[in-house]
């Protein structure tokens, strides 16, 4: 169902959505890098900065990237040209405290960087469904990190080629009503 | 210091910054209402959409929220015509097991909020100082809710009123260079 909406909003917001169906052709390492560039000026607390981006772009450590998918991520995820692991850094680095933002500050870089690639036509396509343990030890992670979620980057490719089921599921998610996300005033059970 | 780009990425990302000069004029309801649409529509896992805006925007909610700011931001924020409480529901509405991605997701839909108030030329302003206790009680917040950050909405006002400490910080945040953040292959120590 196309989305339709009440208020005009940012038109990279409008069009983007999470679709699964990715062209594995090569993407130039600068449209890459812009979106890291983008995720970058996101705002944080104490502009602590906590995200940290794990990149695969080549066989080697696309192929590490896999074995941390799980089964049905993989199923289309497997033909991106780059994974991604998103991290964030768990305590502030002036004092070594622990840092309570840290996966908010990262969801808002993730978001940065969602919109910069729907502007450059690449679809990122975050995920839950990973081990995080097999991600930390193939890319040697700290500990001092949390690893949030994986993501998929790609140019569109042919929706024919993902299972029937996966198919029928490309199109844009929808949501919540503005109302049932937006209280004013105060909570209103 | 101005911010130099090595990628050319979306206007509003290069443009917004944490400004405190908040001006008093109220914001037309239709601008507020089109920020959260813009965060609406932001990804989560598995479209939860687990992310809450208490919104104060008249003079008995203003007050609530007031109390709630601590004074280092009270002294800027108390200004503002709208504040916002962020809140994140912590389990899955499916299945009511925990959602490890509430407050990331959460995170990404208060990025999609602040570049759509960029475009509309009001400043976003996140802010970890404050209250949470006196945030849940003046607001009647349930216990299945994070309550994660708050934020303050306002049009550009006049540098001039904010104390002269704050005045010599109302400049654009640098940040980390781009590969402190990105690591290919594998995490660099």
């Given at each position: ?18 679709s ?19 995720a ?33 991520n ?9 994974l ?12 070594n ?11 808002t ?24 343990d ?9 500990k ?46």
């Open positions: 169902m196309p989305r339709t909406f009440k208020y005009d909003i940012l038109s990279q917001i409008k069009t983007r959505w999470s699964r169906a990715l062209s594995s052709e090569k993407i130039p390492h600068d449209d890459i890098a812009a979106l890291f560039e983008a970058r000026y996101a705002p944080s607390c104490f502009n602590e900065q906590p995200w940290l981006f794990i990149v695969a772009d080549n066989e080697t450590s696309l192929a590490a990237a896999r074995l941390a998918l799980t089964p049905s993989a199923v289309w995820a497997d033909k991106a040209p780059v991604v692991i998103i991290c964030a850094k768990k305590t502030f680095s002036m004092n405290k622990d840092n309570g933002w840290h996966q908010f500050d990262a969801g870089a993730w978001g940065y960087l969602t919109l910069e690639a729907e502007r450059r036509g690449i679809i990122a396509h975050g995920m839950a469904g990973f081990d995080k097999a991600a930390r030890k193939q890319f040697d992670i700290p001092e990190y949390d690893i949030i979620a994986m993501a998929a980057l790609g140019r569109p490719g042919d929706k024919k080629e993902l299972p029937m089921e996966l198919q029928e599921r490309e199109e844009p998610g929808t949501r919540k009503e503005l109302d049932e996300i937006v209280h004013y005033g105060v909570f209103r059970k």
